[in-house]
């Protein structure tokens, strides 16, 4: 997991010269990650198409 944490902090943390904006790729994710609001699983099992999900 330090892998998406380490991306987070990088990636989205931080601004992107191809967003036609200022600031970071995601604003919420630096001050969730400092409040410890931030989390992320992993799970083994099959994947959920989107029909299936919604009991289709």
């Known amino acids: ?9 990088e990636h989205l943390s931080a601004q992107d010269p191809d967003m036609s904006r ?16 931030m989390w992320v699983a992993r799970t ?3 994947p959920v198409s989107v029909g299936r999900h919604r009991g289709n």
Not at 1 to 9: C, H, L, P, Q, Y
Not at 22 to 37: E, H, I, K, N, Q
């Open 44 to 46: 083994n099992g099959k």
């Open 22 to 37: 200022d600031g970071p790729v995601c604003p919420y994710v630096a001050p969730s990650m400092s409040r410890d609001l």
């Open 1 to 9: 997991m330090g892998v998406v944490r380490t991306w987070a902090e």
